[in-house]
């Protein structure tokens, strides 16, 4: 992950900020002049899943509130729009802002019910800042939280999954923000403990559909098992007889092919001309 902004003295909620250029000059286009300043304080309160790319900089009011809001500790009121309508007044204690695939994110606990919370930026419509302060834990990685979160989202279907192999392979096609990744002790029922072989890791999901995952299953070509939910086993059954017919179609068209040139190699390499077989019946005294 790369993160930018210089390191703040005391500041454990976003140790490890380094500066980027490209993304300080991009947020600093959208910053009135006036505000331009204040752009450290955005940085030093900003982390970013990848490398900045391409994105859309939010309200430079909100942005810069939220900003100084987790640069010194501040506690926050924002209205917030849910993805289903609903409209709610919330506090947070602000522990970072995420830039992550092209949208903002400001991660932290809600203070009322002390539970962590996530919320878009472009889905908040004020924020202000409340009197207090408050104390982040120590070691917070503000963007582990938000790809955490996103894979947690409470989707129309969990999946949990048994993969053999490393944390390396799997996250090369399930992310950190698609799916969580945890070691086990045990395998899954009816698979061998071997010591010689990798170990069996329990992946967990929400989704909102199924059908694109059994491609990516395949796609890692590594063992695995679907503990749920079942229909999941349904479309990568549906899938392996797909791929098993093209691949027995491919087979007997290969064979007609081998046959047609089998009987073409086995054919006279010339005919005898019609002249010569005349000659023959009548020949020449």
């Known amino acids: 992950m790369e993160r930018v902004g210089p390191r703040p003295p005391r500041r454990p909620a976003f140790l490890g900020v380094v500066r980027a250029p490209t993304a300080a000059a991009k947020i600093r286009r959208v910053l009135p002049e006036r505000l331009a300043h204040r752009l450290d304080t955005v940085l030093e309160s900003l982390t970013f899943t990848a490398p900045p790319g391409e994105f859309a900089v939010p309200e430079a009011g909100l942005l810069l509130t939220l900003a100084d809001a987790v640069h010194h500790r501040r506690p926050v009121s924002i209205r917030y729009t849910a993805a289903d309508g609903r409209h709610s007044e919330r506090t947070l204690h602000p522990y970072g802002l995420v830039a992550h695939s092209g949208r903002w994110y400001v991660t932290g606990v809600d203070p009322e019910i002390g539970e962590d919370r996530t919320f878009r930026l472009d889905r908040i419509a004020d924020a202000r800042t409340l009197p207090g302060a408050f104390e982040p834990p120590a070691g917070l990685d503000p963007a582990q939280r938000v790809l955490s979160g996103l894979a947690k989202a409470p989707y129309q279907h969990q999946v949990t999954l048994w993969i053999q192999g490393t944390v390396e392979q799997i996250r090369a096609r399930l992310p950190a923000s698609v799916a969580s990744v945890a070691s086990v002790q045990e395998p899954p029922a009816g698979q061998d403990a071997d010591p010689e072989t990798e170990r069996w890791l329990r992946v967990e999901l929400w989704a909102e559909r199924l059908d694109w995952l059994p491609p990516v299953l395949a796609s890692l070509d590594r063992p695995f098992v679907i503990e749920q939910p079942d229909d999941l086993r349904g479309l990568v059954i ?39 077989k005349a000659a023959r019946r009548n020949p020449t005294t």
Do not use: C, I, W, Y
């Open 238 to 276: 549906a899938l392996a007889d797909r791929l098993a017919t093209s691949a027995r179609a491919g087979r007997r068209e290969g064979d007609r092919q081998v046959r047609r040139r089998g009987a073409a190699d086995e054919a006279p390499e010339s005919a005898e001309p019609p002249a010569s």
